[in-house]
T-cell receptor, first 114, second 110 residues
């Protein structure tokens, strides 16, 4: 199946710093990318949907100024957690979908803010 | 009540056993996904269904649209099948969004 690569797989950062997570579709053009957050023993929660070249659509309750999403090309979307705090520690996962295809998931990024 | 309910939440089996995980949903859907999440967190898409039944190796997925119910079966289970299995539905109406169940944690003991 298609491959979606997410990087880094884990990151530890200091409170107040920003962290960027990348999501790449390696062998298809991702017209739509999704960013999810997963707390322990909880289901994935959609944070935002991004289409290439346009602004991301954020779900209710997700701060767009805190979670910056950029989808500048058909193969790359980034999520930047700005001014991270310990409560932002979570598992972040992206998925990507091309024209007429199902969504493929990245491996996820475990963020720990200390 | 969640739109997508899975049962059981946890399941422990012995190697070789036949396993069934259930998913019920309360909304109109255009497709249903079964996903596998390993302890490291990465997610693999197992099936996408809109009707009937699909089989891949030892895995079988069925869906009954009228009853709003899907099942994932694993035949001849193996310890490497140990993972969290997640049911997710795509809502009707052209939505891109997936709504996820909370997952079923499966442990297969040797």
């Amino acid at each position: 199946g298609a491959v979606v690569s997410q990087h880094p797989s884990w990151v530890i950062c200091k409170s107040g710093t920003s962290v960027k997570i990348e999501c790449r579709s390696l062998d298809f053009q991702a017209t739509t990318m999704f960013w999810y957050r997963q707390f322990p023993k909880q289901s994935l929660m959609l944070m935002a949907t991004s289409n290439e070249g346009s602004k991301a659509t954020y779900e209710q309750g997700v701060e767009k100024d805190k979670f910056l999403i950029n989808h500048a090309s058909l193969t790359l979307s980034t999520l930047t957690v700005t001014s991270a705090h310990p409560e932002d520690s979570s598992f972040y996962i992206c998925s990507a979908r091309g024209e007429g295809t199902e969504a493929f998931f990245g491996q996820g990024t475990r963020l720990t803010v200390v | 009540k969640n739109e997508v309910e899975q049962s059981p939440q946890n399941l422990t089996a012995q190697e070789g056993e036949f396993i069934t995980i259930n998913c019920s949903y309360s909304v109109g859907i255009s497709a249903l996904h079964w996903l596998q999440q390993h302890p490291g967190g990465g997610i693999v898409s197992l099936f996408m269904l809109s009707s009937g039944k699909k089989k891949h190796g030892r895995l079988i997925a069925t869906i009954n649209i009228q009853e709003k119910h899907s099942s994932l079966h694993i035949t001849a289970s193996h310890p490497r099948d140990s993972a969290v299995y997640i049911c997710a539905v795509r809502l009707q109406g052209g939505s891109e969004k997936l709504v996820f169940g909370k997952g079923t944690k499966l442990t297969v003991n040797p």
